[in-house]
């Protein structure tokens, strides 16, 4: 099956500080990529969805400016939480969509195994 | 928004017992996914039902998507340990439902 890995697994960050998260496709390519975030005992929450070559789709309520995400090739996007708050530590999740069929539709989507971000 | 309800929210059983968890919603889905997250790692996907009506099994799983495509149930005969874990239903859209915290005691 399709492979999508994360890195880092955790991270541990000053307050202020900036941190990248990498989500790679490992043996498909993703036109299209997924960051979520989730609480300890929460479902995921989808923030923003990762275009290949072009600006990511946020969702309502989550800042641009502090979640940047950068789609620069079709197995690779990042997510970097500028400065860093507490309330920011969370575990994020990327997923990638693979495309399926001759109309390149596809219903699925692989996750990643996660990063655990702890701001201090 | 679709907004996805999953039922119960908790359930502790003991290993061997069967189990049906529930994931509904008011409108219609245009395919429904089933999840299981494992503590600290991200989910993975168990089966896609598109077509009401449709049942699908995965060894001691049995998923079920409602006629009206509204809802679907998940069946697990004799459970495990090894089945512990948060069960999450998305639609296309990609919301997801709370999740239902399954812990089964061996």
């Known amino acids: 099956g399709a492979v999508v890995s994360q890195h880092p697994s955790w991270v541990i960050c000053k307050s202020g500080t900036s941190v990248k998260i990498e989500c790679r496709s490992l043996?498909?390519?993703?036109?299209?990529m997924f960051w979520y975030r989730q609480f300890p005992k929460q479902s995921l929450m989808l923030m923003a969805t990762?275009?290949?070559?072009?600006?990511?789709?946020?969702e309502q309520g989550v800042e641009k400016d502090k979640f940047l995400i950068n789609h620069a090739s079709l197995t690779l996007s990042t997510l970097t939480v500028t400065s860093a708050h507490p309330e920011d530590s969370s575990f994020y999740i990327c997923s990638a969509r693979e495309e399926s069929g001759l109309a390149g539709i596809s219903y699925e989507q692989y996750f990643g195994p996660g990063t655990r971000l702890t701001v201090t | 928004t679709q907004l996805l309800e999953q039922s119960p929210q908790f359930l502790s059983i003991q290993e061997g017992e069967n189990l049906t968890v529930y994931c509904n919603s008011s409108?219609?889905?245009?395919?429904l996914q089933w999840y299981r997250q494992e503590p600290g790692e991200g989910p993975v996907l168990l089966v896609t039902v598109v077509t009401g009506g449709e049942v699908k099994k995965l060894k001691r799983l049995t998923f079920q998507f409602g006629d009206a495509r509204k809802d679907s149930s998940l069946h697990i005969t004799a459970a495990q340990p090894g089945d512990t874990g948060l069960y999450l239903c998305?639609?296309?859209?990609?919301?997801f439902g709370k999740g239902i915290t399954l812990s089964v005691r061996p």
């Open positions: 043996d498909f390519q993703a036109t299209t």
């Open positions: 409108s219609v889905f245009s395919s």
């Open positions: 990762s275009n290949e070559g072009s600006k990511a789709t946020y």
């Open positions: 998305a639609n296309s859209k990609l919301t």
